[in-house]
């Protein structure tokens, strides 16, 4: 027993230092398993207490024993770092907006949309329509729920409705039978980031939602990243690729995993960033997904064709929200003015205030937008004391087409604050990010474009003293008409200098009031109304000057004593965000920081897009953010931002930081290669080379490198974009390129190979060698032209062989079968090869009768030519100048027949071995 007591209480040790790793590890990472580490911390006291009963003799020995070996066997799983490797999946499918979308629907009014999942009503309500079965598909059905409606009728408020509410769970746990149902869900939002209009955001989403609620899954779904963070035991994974994130939700939806199933919720398909075959891409993505009968999925989107045509041919599993709303309006509408000590509904003679709610619901056509719309009116109306008659005229006189409507407001705003109006409009519509309330409070402050004050000492305890927020928030819905909300944060009561970090984490959001604000404000007439209405005021230089401002009063916020050394970090180190994390010991903090690093990018961004207009002002903002002269990571960030006269400027007078043009100009290409660039970086190269930055075997090495990478991570939508862009940086790189034919050897091949070969091979043996859009030559095409145009040797090494032999075995193992379009880009490549140089003599090299054999008749005869040219020249190369003027060719123009002839001369042709 003492033996016993001693394991028991070094194991317990052990097992406690351990479960103290785990607390300080959880302090960085997203989702934190704090309960179970709960768990091991219970099941170690629980050892220590059963054992030191049992030594009082008041304990039971066979229980003992029992209860060692299930305690033993939680730890034994537990002490594997297995929560670590689940927080560090968990933590790198994580991005900063995740749940902002979701966070900024409105919550459903008070007892609306009920009928959805507790059934029709006693008025009747939800069943009033055929296609209200939602219900009865959560508990049973399966494959896509589509839920549809006019633009402005609820569908966001009642997606989150629906996957938020708690008797969801009950319904689907019907369906999953004895399995565990888990929920996930994903908002696209237009006018968010690129994660929340994207396929990879989406992915993201969705498994992070997933993994969070089922840590168990994590290991079956992504077996590789699991194995890979095992054997390295390493914190930091790789980059997630749409490819691999497909496959990883693929995973659990096709195979029967033996206890969960998985309902998905995903709101605004229509918002996902593309056209018609975008839409049309994502939506069978989506069927895929859920035809395995472990996944379902409930969508919402407009009712465009695309959708209608995928989605809406089976009446049991779609509603249309336009249709069974009605009771929701009324109950609003009415809840809503009743509300008002100025409304009278209460006796017979009140009757006329009745008759205003009715019309409002019987005029809104199911659009609830619309309602809360005339809802305010009519409050506004009752706050000055209108007579019944005048509300009745109020909600007659306003239209019910919501472009109309929103045309009126506009026109309704009082002249004196039309300009700032239009100024905000155009701020919010073309923001890099979030914009807060103190934004705008910036903005209206430097109004007139005053620099010195811009950029003169603020106090943070100034900006955030008590009601700055609200009273910005009323001006913005007194200027705006309400077309613009803000949530404004409650500001402490206490002194100044107890201001805390929530409150700087909580500004008051702005955002429109709908997505339907937004495309009114980006129609063609209307956005350029408010450009005459701003009257060429420049935003974007405000709105740096805003920023930079609301920058530099946070870096005087030192109320804690660590705060000073965090806001620095966030400051200066937004490129590399995920090392900086492990340094922040709290997630408030951790916000802290990722709030100033986005007012930092927010600078950035807006310096950029006037850096060449202002450039005063730009150098006076810029310089505000360089506290440290020798800061070569400062001038890193502005490269990557695109500052293009800044970083001349810099440059030319040898300023600390932008001394190495060549490690400048490596960072910009590195950069220009990323498939996501901050800014297009063509003319920050530009501008590198045109102050004598050299492009050096490293520069280009690393350059192709990165591009090689960058193309993994792409879809096949955006590739042709992108080697578009790569085509543009090519022009400027190759003519000034030290050796584009230089050779290295990489960290995962034997043999050493020219730095272009991975592009050279992409462009061959992937997808994109021929366009889809009609085009004679596509954009690897005339990528792979520019690259011998420019010198590139067919003959460099390449995988162990040459560009050109390895080409060869291309064409000639995948040509059957192929469509014109492949055959024409690659006789287009053969030709290029051919004439540049290509060694036809290997015994691996394309043979004449292969040519003719796999090309069509006219491109074959060109190509046929280009070999005959090709051939003389190599012959020519190997002679004497005497031998050279008598030498005639077994190779003759002549005799290259016309394409009728080719199956003739297939035998009467003089053969010429290679």
């Given at each position: 027993m003492l033996c016993l007591q001693a394991i028991s209480s070094e194991r317990q040790s052990a097992i406690l230092r351990y479960t103290e790793k785990l607390w300080e590890v959880g302090q960085h990472l997203v989702h934190d398993h704090r309960d179970k580490v709960h768990q091991i911390e219970?099941?170690?006291k629980s050892l220590d207490r059963e054992a030191t009963q049992y030594l009082d003799g008041s304990g039971n020995g066979e229980s003992l024993i029992s209860r060692i070996s299930r305690a033993l066997e939680t730890l034994g799983s537990s002490c594997?770092?297995?929560?670590i490797a689940e927080h560090e999946v968990v933590k790198s499918l994580y991005f900063e907006c995740l749940a902002y979308r979701h966070d900024s629907i409105p919550d459903a009014h008070q007892n609306t949309y009920h009928w959805a999942l507790f059934g029709p009503s006693p008025e009747g309500e939800g069943a009033e329509h055929p296609g209200c079965t939602i219900r009865e598909w959560l508990r049973t059905g399966d494959g896509i729920y589509w839920v549809s409606g006019k633009p402005g009728s609820g569908k966001s408020t009642f997606m989150k409705f629906v996957a938020d509410h708690c008797l969801t769970q009950e319904l689907l746990a019907k369906w999953a039978g004895d399995k565990d149902c888990v929920v996930a869900s994903y908002y696209f939002w237009s006018a968010g980031t690129d994660l929340q209009k994207t396929t990879e955001g989406l992915l993201r989403t969705l498994l992070f939602d997933i993994f969070v609620r089922c840590p168990s899954l994590i290991q079956v779904t992504v077996p590789d990243r699991w194995e890979q963070h095992s054997k390295k035991k390493l914190f930091g994974l790789p980059t997630w690729r749409i490819p691999e994130l497909l496959s990883a939700l693929e995973r659990p939806a096709s195979h029967d995993i033996a206890s969960h199933k998985?309902?998905?919720?995903?709101?605004?398909?229509?918002e996902y960033h593309g056209g018609h075959d975008d839409h049309l891409r994502v939506v069978r993505m989506l069927k895929r997904l859920s035809l395995g009968g472990n996944f379902k999925i409930c969508v919402s989107s407009r009712p465009w064709n695309v959708f209608e045509d995928e989605l809406g041919q089976d009446p049991t599993r779609k509603l249309y929200m336009h249709e069974l709303t009605?009771?929701?309006i009324k109950r609003y509408v009415t809840s809503t003015l009743e509300a008002s000590r100025h409304w009278r509904t209460g006796t017979d003679i009140d009757a006329p205030y009745r008759r205003v709610m009715a019309n409002i619901t019987d005029r809104a056509e199911g659009v609830f937008l619309w309602v809360v719309l005339v809802v305010r009116s009519v409050l506004e109306g009752l706050s000055n004391r209108d007579p019944i008659e005048m509300l009745e005229q109020r909600v007659r006189d306003i239209p019910t087409d919501l472009d109309v409507f929103f045309q009126r407001i506009i026109e309704s705003v009082d002249p004196r604050y039309?300009?700032?109006?239009a100024v905000y409009f155009l701020v919010l519509l073309d923001s890099p990010g979030t914009l807060t309330l103190i934004h705008f409070w910036f903005l209206d402050r430097f109004f007139n474009l005053n620099v010195d004050t811009a950029l003169g000492p603020v106090s943070i305890t100034h900006v955030l003293r008590p009601g700055r927020q609200f009273t910005m928030s009323r001006q913005l819905n007194a200027r705006c008409m309400g077309l613009i909300e803000a949530s404004p944060a409650?500001?402490?009561?206490?002194?100044q200098d107890e201001y805390t970090t929530v409150t700087l984490l909580n500004l008051g959001t702005v955002t429109f009031l709908h997505r339907t604000v937004r495309d009114f404000l980006q129609t063609e007439k209307v956005a350029s109304l408010l450009t005459n209405i701003a009257d060429s005021y420049p935003t974007n230089t405000a709105m740096l000057l805003a920023c930079s401002s609301l920058e530099k009063s946070m870096y005087g916020y030192s109320n804690d004593p660590m705060m000073a050394v965090h806001v620095e970090i966030g400051r200066r180190d937004i490129i590399h965000r995920d090392v900086m994390h492990s340094w922040i010991e709290n997630r408030a903090m951790q916000q802290l920081v990722e709030f100033i690093g986005h007012i930092k990018h927010q600078v950035l961004t807006y310096a950029s897009r006037v850096d060449a207009l202002s450039p005063g002002i730009v150098a006076r903002c810029v310089d505000e953010l360089r506290r440290e002269p020798d800061d070569s990571t400062f001038a890193y960030m502005l490269v990557k931002y695109g500052l293009c006269e800044y970083v001349r400027k810099s440059v030319l007078c040898g300023s600390k930081g932008f001394i190495d043009r060549t490690i400048l100009l490596q960072f910009a290409l590195d950069a220009a290669a990323n498939d996501k660039p901050q800014v297009a970086m063509l003319p920050m190269v530009k501008t590198l080379l045109d102050v004598g930055a050299p492009v050096t075997d490293d520069v280009w090495f690393s350059f192709c490198t990165k591009a090689n990478r960058a193309r993994g991570r792409l879809t096949k939508e955006d590739m042709d974009?992108?080697?578009?862009?790569?085509?543009?940086?090519?022009?400027?790189?190759l003519p000034v390129v030290e050796d584009i034919n230089a050779t290295a050897h990489s960290t995962h091949r034997e043999s050493a190979e020219v730095a272009w070969a991975d592009l050279f091979i992409f462009c061959v043996e992937g997808d994109h060698i021929h366009h889809a859009n009609q085009e004679r030559t596509g954009p690897a095409v005339n990528l792979i032209s520019t690259l011998f145009e420019y010198g590139a040797d067919p003959?460099?090494?390449?995988?162990?062989?040459?560009?050109?032999?390895r080409f060869s075995g291309v064409v000639r193992n995948r040509a059957a079968g192929r469509n014109s379009d492949w055959m024409d880009a690659m006789s287009l490549v053969t030709e290029a090869l051919v004439n540049k140089g290509a060694d036809l003599s290997k015994e691996s090299s394309l043979k004449p009768d292969e040519v003719a054999d796999i090309f069509p008749p006219r491109a074959a005869r060109r190509i046929l030519e280009a070999m005959a040219r090709r051939q003389k020249q190599t012959q020519e190369s190997h002679m004497k100048p005497s031998e050279q003027v008598n030498q005639k060719g077994s190779w003759k123009l002549w005799n290259l027949p016309a394409p009728r002839w080719f199956p003739l001369w297939q035998w009467l042709r003089p053969w010429q071995q290679y």
């Open positions: 219970d099941a170690v594997s770092r297995d929560y998985v309902c998905l919720f995903i709101d605004g398909l229509d009605r009771q929701d039309r300009k700032h109006m409650a500001l402490p009561n206490g002194p974009n992108y080697l578009k862009e790569q085509q543009q940086l090519l022009d400027v790189v003959n460099a090494p390449c995988r162990g062989t040459t560009a050109w032999l």
